[in-house]
């Protein structure tokens, strides 16, 4: 089958496979690698579509703690057909459309590929059937995006009426947080680009600030005077996480998915300051979907490549400057 994988990730794996040190870090390459086997428990998936997501590149240079197989296949996100239900699997059957975020141990049988095995319920990941008439791009859109923005979200207690500040609203996680935040009825000020300016609006941004011209939180200090109820930071500006934080009011809260906020604001009295890290992926995953199955919100597919130009499209987005979803046809 093909597959986009890399041969090494330099980091040395935790737990049993492989032995021994792990190979040299190396660039994601497009493969031949044979059609993998389902262990007990397991479902072999003829993926018909996947995502790009920032953590792809993290699991490539060996960030994720976990056990790794080599060549190791990439992608976490994805949507496909059961072919082949492994002994004691209860939940799926040849032929079932299933979608998720494919995250389990060892790490290596990810979803930029033809096929990929995944344990019925992935130890760190969630599994579920795609819903009727949705297709599979949109399907593997969703998943790691879409359950940590309303995860997110949820951390931070936002509620209608209240006005939040999304930094980083223009990516993967931020098109979701946007529109969720939207319908739930909350006050929208959205960082973009000038180029993603009136896209960001339509998808519910009720206000937006160029964090390249000038001082950002001025302008949206004098917006809200009296602060923001809430802050939800997608970035990995750690810098200016602080800066941000401060545009809060008293008893708002702060929260950043990429664990940016500093020990000091974690002890704040005067907000509350978290970094969110995902928990119950499969209600998270029930939920997400199902707000996009009713239309509730969309899914904003930026590009849609095909298996062989992954590694291209995994470097430009780790540049910057993603603008909703990239997608993998498969
Ligand atoms: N905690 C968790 O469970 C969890 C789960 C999923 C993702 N994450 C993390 O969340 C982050 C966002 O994920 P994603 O999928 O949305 O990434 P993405 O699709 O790459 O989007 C990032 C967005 O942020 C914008 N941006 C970059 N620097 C910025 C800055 N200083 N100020 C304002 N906007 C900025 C980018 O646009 P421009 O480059 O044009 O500015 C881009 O639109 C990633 O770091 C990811 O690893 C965490």
């Keep these: ?63 994720l703690p976990m056990p790794q197989v080599y060549p190791l296949v ?56 795609v819903p009727d008439g949705m297709p599979a791009e949109i399907a593997a859109a ?12 949820e951390a931070i207690g936002l509620r209608s009426g209240h006005s939040v500040l999304i930094v980083g609203a223009t990516g993967g996680v931020g098109v979701f947080a946007v529109q969720l935040a939207a319908a739930l009825g909350a006050e929208v000020v959205a960082t973009a680009r000038p180029d993603a300016d009136r896209w960001i609006r339509r998808l519910g941004a009720a206000r937006t600030v160029d964090y390249t011209a000038g001082d950002t939180a001025h302008q949206v200090r004098r917006a809200h005077p009296d602060g923001v109820d809430a802050f939800l ?30 020990p000091e604001l974690l002890a704040s009295e005067r907000i509350t300051v978290t970094n969110y890290a995902m928990r119950d992926k499969p209600d998270l995953l029930a939920r997400i979907t199902a707000e996009a199955a009713s239309g509730r919100i969309t899914v904003p597919v930026q590009q849609t490549v095909t ?24």
């Design 1 to 63: 089958m093909r597959a986009v994988a890399v041969r090494g990730t330099g980091a040395t794996p935790k737990g049993s496979a492989p032995e021994g040190p792990a190979p040299e870090a190396s660039a994601p390459e497009l493969m031949e690698l044979p059609v993998p086997l389902p262990a007990p428990g397991e479902v072999l998936v003829a993926l018909e579509a996947a995502s790009v997501n920032p953590i792809d590149m993290g699991i490539a240079d060996g960030l």
């Design 74 to 129: 990439l992608g976490v996100d994805g949507a496909g057909r059961v072919t082949e239900a492994g002994e004691g699997v209860r939940g799926f059957r040849p032929g079932d459309m299933v979608h998720g975020q494919f995250l389990r141990a060892p790490l290596g049988h990810g979803t930029f590929a033809e096929y990929t095995v995944v344990t019925e319920f992935p130890d760190s990941g969630a599994l579920q059937r």
């Design 142 to 153: 969703l998943p790691t995006a879409g359950m940590t923005a309303l995860g997110a979200l």
């Design 233 to 262: 930071d997608l970035t990995r500006d750690t810098a200016r996480f602080g800066t941000y934080a401060g545009l809060v009011r008293d008893g708002g809260t702060a929260t950043s998915v990429t664990f940016t906020a500093p």
């Design 307 to 330: 298996l062989d130009e992954v590694p291209e499209a995994l470097a430009r987005n780790a540049k910057g400057g993603a603008r909703g979803k990239t997608t993998v046809r498969i």
